[in-house]
């Protein structure tokens, strides 16, 4: 039968990943009339947007969860799906911890979400300059800009050192880092964060940091409700046996001939083209035959997933709602780094939700399910008091230690592999195509990038096939 070993199943399109940029792509290619498959090697779609179930029933998002302005991509597929938002809890104060000190802040001063430390002062004046430097930027191509090479050259940690000189300054630096990219400032190319703000736009809004890191005005504006895998689940559902679960794509063949060979676990499909739609460092997990061009084989070996992991704790009630306190939190110390209300629109429970970015990510991973809540359940109790101690459920999802992810939220560039390797995102390479939040120009690294790119991918081999 069609797709039995021996005999691929033929159509137009395979796409390979059921994340978000793959199921937009095949969502795309079915309206333009074109046979396609999607090959997803997890027993569920959505990839990164993971809808976590707790112990109690409740399903939270253990991957992707906000959106916000700009975002136009991710907005007309939730509203083509019939899936709604509401805003993300922001009424009160942020918790921020630094140098063993608890304090509080309203975020709706003149600095927005950044917490009052001190050097505030040194800090803005370095983001204007740095918002400057990314104003220069082509979204998506950021190694056309002029001082690419030079931007190219140095980490983030290296240009933040050199232009500020307060330590206030320097730890909201790599807080920043930390929190939209779950690396050290260390590991990452000055160049790629500048493009990084310059894609946090859209073609009418040039991208900027505010928009990055801000709850109200940003990224961080919207949940999904029911939870963001309602996307991805509704599209899957409406893709039908098109999408195919638990089929791990081993293996593409080129023979110079007119269709590609694509092997899974499952069944072979073969196609006039391919779409291989996930981050550049999980395309590695697959045999490409004959080897890929130099330059993508050298991208891919170079642009390594952050680390991170959710810990989500579930509560009688948002107890910190009635200490004036909107959830969110940014510490320097204990084993979560930032946290949020996830708790669902009608507060009806109160979820809190960790993040455990880079470091602290490493050092859970091992750990006892007893040992990861015991050090996740300390950092809400010291940023939200003694109730934090005793939730009635918890979950938690370690990317790295997911071997279809291998780490998140996006993949990252180290200094050198955007001006010597960046134009391999996205070239395709004879029959194959690429998608992937990493190739998108506007929000790389977000569903959005996500969904933008999976358009794009379609748009490229729609009348091709
Ligand atoms: C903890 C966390 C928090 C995040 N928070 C946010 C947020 O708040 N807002 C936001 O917009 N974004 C957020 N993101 C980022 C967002 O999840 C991603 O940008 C987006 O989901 C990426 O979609 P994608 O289709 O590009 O890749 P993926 O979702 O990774 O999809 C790739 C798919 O390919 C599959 N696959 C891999 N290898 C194979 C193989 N060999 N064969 C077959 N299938 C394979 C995978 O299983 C996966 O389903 C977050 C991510 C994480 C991890």
Not at 24 to 47: M, N, P, Q
Not at 372 to 382: D, G, Q, R
Request: charged letters at 20%; a neutral charge; one cysteine or more.
């Amino acid at each position: 039968a069609p797709g039995d070993p021996g005999e691929p199943l033929e159509v137009d399109v395979c796409v390979v990943g059921g994340g978000l940029s793959g199921l937009t792509a095949a969502r795309d290619l079915v309206a333009a009339g074109k046979s396609v498959v999607v090959l997803e090697g997890r027993d569920r779609a959505g990839g990164r947007v993971y809808g976590m179930t707790l112990g109690d029933g409740t399903v939270t998002e253990g991957g992707a969860e906000f959106i916000g302005p700009t975002q136009d991509r991710i907005a007309a597929l939730a509203q083509s799906l019939g899936v709604q938002t509401f805003p993300t809890y922001n009424t009160g104060k942020n918790v921020y911890y630094r140098s063993n000190k608890r304090s509080t802040y309203a975020t709706d001063g003149l600095l927005g979400a950044v917490p009052p430390d001190w050097g505030v002062v040194d800090l803005e004046l370095a983001m204007t300059t740095l918002s400057g430097m990314a104003a220069t930027i082509t979204p998506g191509r950021p190694w056309t800009a002029a001082k690419a090479e030079e931007w190219d050259s140095q980490t983030f940690h290296t240009w933040s050192r050199l232009n500020t000189v307060s330590a206030g300054a320097r730890f909201l630096f790599d807080a920043f880092i930390s929190s939209t990219l779950s690396v050290r400032s260390k590991e990452v190319s000055l160049l790629y964060v500048l493009n990084y703000i310059a894609s946090a736009g859209n073609a009418a809004n040039a991208g900027n940091i505010d928009r990055l890191i801000n709850t109200a005005g940003g990224g961080q504006e919207l949940r999904i409700t029911g939870g963001s895998q309602e996307i991805p689940l509704r599209l899957a559902a409406q893709l039908g046996d098109r999408v195919k679960l638990n089929t791990r794509v081993r293996r593409i063949t080129l023979d110079g001939g007119p269709r590609a060979l694509v092997e899974s676990d499952a069944l072979q499909v073969s196609a006039k083209r391919v779409i291989v739609a996930m981050s550049p460092q999980q395309t590695a997990s697959i045999e490409f035959r004959p080897g890929l061009p130099a330059s993508r084989a050298q991208l891919i070996q170079r642009f390594p997933m952050g680390s991170v992991a959710k810990f989500v704790a579930v509560y009688p009630t948002p107890f910190w709602r009635a200490d004036g306190l909107t959830g969110q939190a940014v510490a320097d110390s204990g084993a979560i780094d930032a946290t949020f209300d996830n708790s669902p629109a009608d507060g009806s429970r109160g979820l809190l939700m960790g993040f455990v970015n880079q470091t602290n990510m490493r050092r859970l991973h091992g750990k006892s399910d007893a040992e990861i809540a015991t050090a996740c359940l300390a950092s809400f109790v010291k940023l939200f008091g003694a109730q934090a101690a005793a939730p009635s459920h918890y979950a938690y999802h370690l990317w790295d230690a997911d071997p279809f992810s291998g780490g998140g939220p996006t993949g990252i560039a180290a200094p050198g592999v955007l001006t010597e390797f960046g134009e391999a995102l996205r070239a395709p390479h004879a029959l194959i195509h690429w998608a992937g939040t990493e190739t998108a120009d506007f929000w790389t690294g977000y569903m959005d990038g996500a969904v933008r790119s999976g358009e794009r991918a379609a748009s490229e081999v729609v009348a091709l096939v």
